[in-house]
């Protein structure tokens, strides 16, 4: 054992490089007959872990606000049947037949996770059956390269983040707030880009910082840029349920992997504190 090392912090690495060299078989198995539903949905958003070190200790570099280059995205994917109430008389709700993909994919692999992904559903649905397949999603790059991937797919912006911009929006409109949003709303539902952009130019003029003129601009770029999924999600029509991907990445995801300080390495994600 090297001078200076305790015997806890050499099992630890012991354990992660166990752990490390795992090999995780995807599941194959296949049922006997494929479902037929009439609406399918997938949800992704993602995570932001911490890095103790990507490669090997002593390697993280920090930038000009002295902040370490230690962040990755955590993925997470999940198909679903629908939504429907825990019990008769419950307010709670449950997904119908979830199933999970976490990952941290990039480039190629970004591309083999979609492919997964696709191929689950074609594996457990007769997609023949199938009316809509809906994607529930912030509009992210790799969310957005995943729908290439992914035959007959709808994009539908989630609720959180469509929110998360129309307060960006109207924030500094007080008491008048709610009344912006829902004219931004109407907007957004049955009205062109350009009468949603003449509402943003009025609510323009109540701005005097540059910082809030410039929250409102990307607030607006974000929607614009997203209109048709922002426009689906309000009309839920046609089978469009509500999103749950913040409850989810939260519960499976940040419970485990931010929300309390670790420092995990980018091969596998075990928790590596102290070594």
């Known amino acids: 054992m090297p001078a200076g090392r305790s ?4 099992g630890k690495q012991i354990i992660k490089n166990k752990i ?10 296949q049922p006997e007959q494929k479902k037929t539903v009439e609406y399918l949905y997938i949800e992704a958003d993602e995570d932001y872990v911490s890095l103790q070190f990507r490669e090997k200790k002593g390697e993280l570099t920090e930038n000009e606000n002295h902040q370490k280059n230690n962040s990755l995205i955590t993925k997470l994917v999940y198909i679903h049947e629908g939504i429907e109430k825990e019990a008769p008389q419950s307010k709670r709700h449950k997904l119908i ?19 997964e992904i696709y191929e689950y559903i074609n ?3 007769n997609l023949e059956k199938v009316k809509k397949i809906y994607l529930n999603a912030d509009g992210g790059g790799w969310i957005k390269s995943g729908m290439k991937r992914l035959e007959g797919v709808t994009y539908v912006l989630d609720e959180f983040h469509l929110e998360k911009y129309l307060t960006k929006l109207t924030s500094h409109m ?5 009344d912006a949003a829902n004219e931004l709303r109407r907007a957004i539902r049955n ?9 943003i130019e009025r609510l323009e003029e109540c701005l005097t910082d540059d910082t809030g003129i410039k929250r409102v601009a990307d607030a607006k770029d974000y929607i614009l840029s997203n209109w048709t999924a922002a426009r689906l999600r309000l009309r839920h029509r046609d089978g469009v349920t509500g999103s749950s991907t913040e409850g989810h990445v939260s ?10 300080p670790m420092g995990w390495s980018s091969s596998k994600y075990v928790p590596v504190e102290g070594i």
Request: hydrophobic letters at 20%; a neutral charge; charged letters at 35%.
């Open 251 to 260: 519960h499976v995801l940040s419970s485990r992997m931010s929300s309390r």
């Open 97 to 115: 037949n979830p199933y999970y993909f976490c990952g941290v994919s990039h480039g190629e692999e970004n591309n083999q996770f979609w492919d």
């Open 174 to 178: 007080k008491d008048s707030r709610e």
């Open 7 to 10: 015997t806890a912090e050499a």
């Open 20 to 29: 490390h060299k795992l090999k995780f078989p995807k599941n194959e198995k």
């Open 191 to 199: 009205q062109t880009k350009k009468e949603f952009e003449e509402i």
């Open 123 to 125: 594996g457990h649905y």
